[in-house]
């Protein structure tokens, strides 16, 4: 099945779906695989990021602008090569 693309579901097929889940009846394989079919938005990321609030010195923040789109990217890059280096 292609990603991102919902497979053809009759009438009668999600009402017996409807039917069987109402009766407390376990998922089958065809119905899980509807359902990863509809899943939307951005895929999981194996190392998600973490939101925070940072003071930094307003030089450095507007070095960092100053590079362009994609300035957070960079800035974050060069916390983490620092961090690798000072968990040596």
Do not use: C, H
């Not at 999600?14 to 895929?43: C, L, N, Q, S, Y």
């Not at 940072?54 to 957070?72: C, I, M, R």
Request: aromatic share 6%; charged share 35%.
């Amino acid at each position: 099945m292609n990603k991102g693309k919902m497979p053809k579901v009759s009438e009668t097929q999600i009402e017996r779906w409807r039917r069987e889940d109402e009766a407390g009846m376990e998922f089958t394989g065809e119905v899980m695989t509807f359902a990863e079919a509809m899943r939307r938005g951005r895929p999981k990321s194996a190392n998600p990021k973490t939101k925070i609030s940072l003071y930094v010195d307003s030089n450095a923040l507007e070095a960092f602008k100053a590079t362009g789109p994609g300035w957070q990217t960079r800035m974050s890059e060069a916390i983490t090569a620092k961090s690798r280096r000072l968990a040596k």
